[in-house]
Structure formats: structure tokens, C-alpha cells
């Protein structure tokens, strides 16, 4: 069966971006991070980008030749977007941007920035700050913005940021603004690169983690403990890891993992969570699979993400034309395009480049920053933008070059492309040919040339290695088996000693794979068990077999795979204890409607209370009781190590209906600890004879001041967490003020221990 082409490239551009993104999670252990530069996981197909009400290509001259790196806008200029010292006014024709050629990356928002090939970085925003592109520093390796915020990223992994600080996302403990000179991040000496929001800026690590520094409003910040207010110095993202790429909007921050799966916190209703509530947390985002690329704008407010099968996705507001669908609001992500390679969120409209090359934008085309002969025309599906019109728009639009070496010393190298027209031809400096495929090819760095019919030339280079594949190296772990039968590894020597073990074994084409093993050698185990045996009871022996005479029951052996067999010797003798004898500490008691009273039983191994109405728990020791009216509470005690068969032994406990009369400040007390374990056994922390009270403040402090706990509901009871997360074991301070039914005030301070 023929498949169209872009079915074909889909399926191939899946295995290997899929291949990239568990590779990069792998290599963010060991300080990298897919690219290093250019806001992508995986290599940027094309040379497009937007910013807000305007658009940028890098023009490659026609036959598009990638010589000079000049970098090219149209659309608005109302800040200074095509960096001319212009504006107010619109370019509906690309125009080149001052002093822009030799440029690897750009981004753009309100404020727009390039690096350029020698790591030098440029920014430029309207009349009174930078109308022309202008450097403003050297080493730069990455490059994102914001509103009126542009943050860099150097090869040294520091972070640096210029123009506004109004929310210190610049992270250096103030909230100064500097228009002349980078400021550097506070602490950041490891990042490979970074998101400029609205109101918070975030740091993506060399260990896969995030910072985030600035305006916690909407739970920016990713973290519930930090309140509505200004951080100016960069906290991490509490449980977000293997994160591999971030981006920013005005209401949300998205974040990509090397699995392939989205997280999103911030503004309720554009995180893609499906409903309207603020996510103070990274939460994942449901239906996002296989996700390659995500996309946003600081000033949008839409997200879009692309998966391995060309699939784009959105979710956010539409309501500017940005992703329209037919809701107002998209809170889940929802799929707006298919055959996709490259997404772009603008502020008010997105781009996308399909696998043919083909440029197509939908949304609102405020100053012409869609269409470039169209002004402030709203396209609610996608168009396809006149690829005459837009420089460089060259059709072959990225090349990959494969080498691969066999352990024979063979080598080869495989081109593969997105784009273009056919017939393609390929060279490596022997003159063209047709195949996609060169054999026998020679140790060190080469240069391939790939050219399409309508003469568009990209080139790539790769490396030949001179050693072949490295060997494939496992770590197996630890291992065990019975010393008597020693382990064998997969070469096939049988080692009898335990340690640690290097295996090396030869695949069919002659590749090394090496093992590496810990291997625990023990001993088989002997166990002597004599058992009482109670009358009329039975024994279940650990193969199964239930037992009911009292005697020497054999040794009973138990196998195990991998390891030593156990042995047991079992003598089960005829129990000369006594009966068991039921009693309840706890006499008879009276409290007060709305009190608890702790029920004691005497010694057992085995404990069943009833009824159950007012109790903690049926089966533990020690239940507290809160019965509502006047009952009596009964236990089952049984003890099959000190004595025989089973008793049952009660109580009553007498309610009081709670008055002035009978109401006093010694009825009312705080415990001193609690154990949230939720065993049923005290694991509330309450006030006691909240029957009594008829109005009370509760609050319960940690060790720093923070409130943890806070209730005027006499029955209201603390359980050990905090915004939704258990806390640690540690000690905390309360205040109680209360009013009782015969008119007296109470007040109790002191301190409460966490148990866990």
C-alpha cells in the first residue's frame, strides 16, 4: 500500500522523536537537556516564530542557502516588534530587523530577543527603551521573554534577566527594575533554560527540576504554601521532576516531562484540567500523550501542544481568535490541526507548519500579524498563509543524518527529512546520488547535502565513531540464591561467593552487552517452632495443611525460586493454660453528651467491642467511646498465648445531657498528642467537651508561626494536615478561647506532639 507522504513521515518523525524524548530524560541526569537552546525538545523543523501582532522567519536566500541567518518580521510595530525605530504602524511586507543577520535563535512577545551564532544576545521593544536591536549580553545560550522582561540563560548555566522586575521575577531578593544591565538570578548556577510569564519567571534545571521566582497570584508558583503574594528569590516546584521543557503564559505555566506527558498549574480554566479551579500544584493533564512540543505566549492566553503523530492540541481562551472551536473557554485539551511539525502560540492567533512545509495561521490578524495582506481579520479555522509572501518559506524544511557503526567496523549514515519535493538527491562530497543511504563510510565527521527538486539545499553533518557502539551496559541489581547452589550468570560460570560481578556476553552480530550483578549467596534456614495448642483449636502449618492433634509434626519444607529453602520443625503440645478472663479497666462511667471516654480491657491478643454506635473502633485495644444517650459497650477477649478460649466482659457508660449545671472549665481540655495514622485509634486531634461549649476560636500553630489549623466549631477536629498534604511529626502550639452554656470563659494554651 502507497501512504501519502506525510503519513510517512509522521510514522518515522514518531519512532524518533519518542526515541529523543526517553533519551533526554536519560541525559538530563548528566546535566543535558535536549538541544541546549531554541525553547525545543527535539530539533525545530523550521525557522518560524511569533511573538504578539507580529510574526519572524530567519530568510534563507533563494535556493535557500542558510549563509547569512537574516532574521525577518512583519505585522505590528506598535512596541517596536520590527525593531526599525518605527511604529506606531503595520508591515503586511517582511522587512529585515537592523543589525540581525548570523541569528541561531529568536523569541518574541511584547518584548523580542535573538542569540546569535557567536552567543551574543540582542533585545528590542518600542521608542524609549530599545528601538533598534541592541546587545546587552555575551554567552547566551538560551533566551525567553515576557512582558517587558527578557531572560537569558549563559553556557555557565546562569540566569540572567533585563528591563522589568515589578513581580522580582528576576529572582535576585529585590523588586528594582534595570533597563541598562542583566541582573543575575540568585543561587542558579546549573539551568539550561528558562520561561518569562506575566508575573513569574521559571528556571528548568539541569537535574530536570524547576524554579519559579516572582507573583504567586493564581498559584503561579506551583506550590500551595507560598501565598498570594511577591517571592523575590527562586523556589523549586514541589514534586515536578524529569521535566525536559517549560513555557509561560499570562494565566498559566505548562510543563513537559521526558515521558511525554503535560503539566499545568496557575489560572483556573486554562490549565487544561477541565474545570474553573486555581492549581496551586502541577497537575497532569488528561488525553496529552506522546507529546513532543508545547507552546505559549506571555501575554496569550492558550496553550498548544504536538505530539509524535502530528497531532496539535489547545487548550485556554479563544475568545481573542486565538483557538477557535466554538467555546468560549477550552478547559480540557482539544484537537485543532493534524499533520503537524512545528506550533507556534501568539498572542492572538497560532501558527503551525505542516509536513509539506506549508505555513497556516488562524485567529485574530490584529495589524497584520497573520495575513500578510489581510489587517484585523479574525480566521476561526486554519488558513494557509501564500508561501510567496513570506521569505525563506523554502519547503524542505529540516534533514537528520543517522550514523551507525556495526561492531564488524561497517558504517553507514541515514538521511532523513521532513518537507521538500520529490526527487531528492543526496551528497557527501562524492557527487550526488539518489539513495538515502551511504555505505562504507569512513571514520571522522561528515558533511551531507540534501536537495529537493525545487532546488531548496539543507546540510548536516555527523560523526563516524572510530570504536563502534559502546557496549550495552545493565545493571541487573542484587540477586540472590542458596549458597549450596551458587548463582549462574548469563555467560554460564557459576559463582559460589557472594559480591560484586562484571558479566560480559556476545550478541549474534558480535556487540558486547555487560551485566552487572550484586549476588547475595545465603544459607537455607532451620526453624524449631513449638506451638500450644488449646483445646479444640487447630494450627495451620506454613505448607497449608491444617492440624488439630497436639504432637510432632515432621519438618515441613518451604521452596523458594532464587533463594534458600526454609525448614521448619513443628511440635504442637497440648496447652495446659487457662481460660481466658475478660475485664474492662474502665469502670462504669458517666460523662456529658458530646465527651469521649477511653475504654481499657485486660490483657488479650484478640479484641472485638459492641455495639458500635459512639466507638473509635471494633478491633483495637483501646477504642474511645462517644455515646450519644446512656449504653452499655461490651468486649471479646481472646488469647491463644497466655490462655485459652475466649471471655466477654462489659460495661455502662451513663450520658448526661450537657447544662450550666453540670458544664465547668476542668471539662474542657486539649490533648497533648494525636496519631493521624488512620488505624482508628486517636487519630483526631478535637477539643474535649465541646457539648459545653457554645462558642470558641481554635488555632493551631507550627514551629515558624504558620497557622496550620483553624475552627470556631467546637466539633471541628484537626487532622495532621496542612492545604491538603500530611505533615511531618514534630510539635505545634494552640490557643483555645471559649464561652461555655453557663455563661463562663475559657482559654488554654499549650502544645500538641504529631505522632505518626
Excluded at 557567536?118 to 533598534?132: L, R
Aim: hydrophobic share 35%; proline share 5%.
Amino acid at each position: 500500500m502507497n501512504l501519502p507522504y506525510s503519513t510517512l513521515a509522521l510514522r518515522c518523525l514518531k519512532g524518533a522523536l519518542l526515541a529523543l524524548l526517553a533519551t533526554t530524560s536519560a541525559l538530563a541526569q548528566n546535566s543535558m537537556i535536549g538541544d541546549g537552546f531554541g525553547g525545543r525538545l527535539w530539533y525545530r523543523p523550521t525557522n518560524y516564530g511569533v511573538g504578539s501582532y507580529s510574526a519572524y522567519s530567519l530568510c534563507y536566500s533563494d535556493p535557500c542557502d542558510s549563509s547569512n541567518n537574516q532574521l525577518y518580521g512583519w505585522g505590528s510595530d506598535q512596541l517596536g516588534q520590527l525593531g526599525n525605530g518605527q511604529g506606531p504602524n503595520c508591515s503586511a511586507t517582511p522587512v529585515a530587523i537592523s543589525g540581525l543577520s548570523d541569528v541561531r535563535y529568536f523569541t518574541a512577545g511584547y518584548l523580542s530577543g535573538a542569540i546569535k551564532n557567536d552567543g551574543t544576545g540582542w533585545i528590542w521593544i518600542d521608542n524609549v527603551w530599545y528601538a533598534y536591536p541592541t546587545q546587552v549580553i555575551t554567552d547566551a545560550k538560551f533566551l525567553d521573554v515576557g512582558i517587558f522582561t527578557a531572560c537569558f540563560v549563559k553556557e555557565d548555566g546562569t540566569v540572567w534577566s533585563i528591563i522589568n522586575n515589578q513581580f522580582g521575577q528576576f529572582g535576585d531578593g529585590t523588586t528594582v527594575d534595570n533597563y541598562t544591565t542583566p541582573v543575575q538570578m540568585s543561587s542558579v548556577t546549573n539551568a539550561v533554560r528558562a520561561a518569562a510569564g506575566y508575573y513569574a519567571n521559571y528556571v528548568l534545571l539541569a537535574d530536570s527540576t524547576v524554579l519559579a521566582v516572582g507573583s504567586s497570584y493564581n498559584g503561579l508558583l506551583g506550590d500551595p504554601s507560598l501565598t498570594d503574594t511577591v517571592y523575590t528569590m527562586p523556589s523549586q516546584i514541589p514534586g515536578l521532576t524529569g521535566i525536559v521543557d517549560i513555557k509561560a503564559h499570562s494565566g498559566a505555566i505548562a510543563a513537559l516531562d521526558g515521558n511525554g506527558s503535560v503539566y499545568c498549574w496557575g489560572l483556573g480554566g486554562y490549565t487544561g484540567d477541565g474545570d474553573l479551579e486555581n492549581d496551586t500544584l502541577p497537575e497532569l493533564i488528561a488525553g496529552l500523550n506522546d507529546i513532543v512540543a508545547i507552546s505559549g505566549c506571555a501575554d496569550g492566553v492558550h496553550f498548544l501542544a504536538l505530539d509524535a503523530y502530528g497531532n496539535c492540541f489547545a487548550w485556554g481562551d479563544y475568545n481573542v481568535g486565538n483557538i477557535y472551536t466554538g467555546a468560549p473557554l477550552l478547559l480540557s485539551p482539544t484537537l485543532i490541526a493534524t499533520d503537524v511539525i512545528d506550533i507556534m502560540a501568539g498572542e492572538t492567533f497560532s501558527y503551525i507548519v505542516r509536513s509539506d512545509g506549508s505555513l497556516w495561521a488562524e485567529g485574530f490578524s490584529e495589524d497584520c500579524s497573520i495575513w500578510l495582506d489581510l489587517q484585523d481579520t479574525l480566521r476561526n479555522e486554519f488558513t494557509a498563509v501564500d508561501p510567496s509572501l513570506v521569505p525563506g518559506a523554502c519547503p524542505l524544511v529540516g534533514t537528520v543524518a543517522v550514523p551507525s557503526t556495526a561492531c564488524d567496523g561497517s558504517s553507514s549514515i541515514t538521511i532523513s527529512h521532513f518537507g521538500g519535493q520529490a526527487p531528492y538527491q543526496y551528497d557527501i562530497g562524492n557527487g550526488p546520488q539518489n539513495g538515502n543511504v551511504f555505505s562504507n563510510v569512513a571514520v571522522g565527521d561528515h558533511t551531507v547535502t540534501v536537495t529537493d527538486a525545487s532546488g531548496c539545499v539543507f546540510t548536516v553533518t555527523c560523526s563516524v565513531d572510530p570504536n563502534g557502539p559502546d557496549p550495552v551496559v545493565i545493571d541487573m541489581g542484587t540477586v540472590t540464591n542458596c549458597v549450596d547452589e551458587g548463582y549462574t550468570l548469563p555467560s554460564g560460570t557459576t559463582v559460589f561467593t557472594s559480591g560484586s560481578y562484571v558479566d560480559t556476553t556476545i550478541s549474534v552480530n558480535g556487540c558486547d552487552t555487560v551485566r552487572l550483578f550484586d549476588v547475595v549467596l545465603t544459607s537455607w534456614n532451620w526453624l524449631n517452632w513449638q506451638i500450644n495448642l488449646c483445646e479444640g483449636e487447630t494450627y495451620t502449618l506454613p505448607n497449608g495443611d491444617v492440624v488439630s492433634t497436639p504432637g510432632y509434626y515432621f519438618v515441613d519444607t518451604l521452596e523458594y525460586v532464587g533463594a534458600c529453602d526454609t525448614i521448619f520443625s513443628i511440635t504442637l503440645v497440648p496447652s495446659n493454660l487457662p481460660p481466658v478472663v475478660a475485664q474492662v479497666a474502665t469502670p462504669d462511667s458517666t460523662i456529658t453528651a458530646g465527651e469521649s471516654i477511653l475504654l481499657s480491657p485486660s490483657p488479650g491478643s484478640s479484641f472485638s467491642w459492641y455495639p458500635s454506635t459512639g466507638l473509635s473502633c471494633t478491633t483495637c485495644t483501646f477504642p474511645y467511646a462517644s455515646p450519644t444517650e446512656t449504653t452499655e459497650y461490651c468486649v471479646i477477649v481472646s488469647d491463644s498465648l497466655f490462655s485459652c478460649g475466649t471471655d466477654t466482659a462489659c460495661l455502662i457508660i451513663t450520658v448526661l445531657d450537657p447544662s450550666p449545671q453540670t458544664c465547668a472549665p476542668a471539662s474542657i481540655y486539649v490533648p497533648t498528642a494525636f496519631s493521624p495514622n488512620a488505624n482508628g485509634t486517636n487519630d483526631l486531634q478535637c477539643v474535649q467537651g465541646a457539648a459545653c461549649i457554645t462558642s470558641m476560636t481554635f488555632n493551631i500553630y507550627d514551629r515558624w508561626g504558620t497557622k496550620v489549623f483553624e475552627s470556631t466549631d467546637p466539633n471541628a477536629c484537626w487532622d495532621g494536615t496542612y492545604n491538603g498534604q500530611a505533615l511531618d511529626p514534630a510539635v505545634f502550639v494552640y490557643s483555645l478561647a471559649a464561652t461555655l452554656a453557663n455563661g463562663e470563659s475559657v482559654e488554654r494554651q499549650g502544645n500538641i506532639t504529631l505522632i505518626r
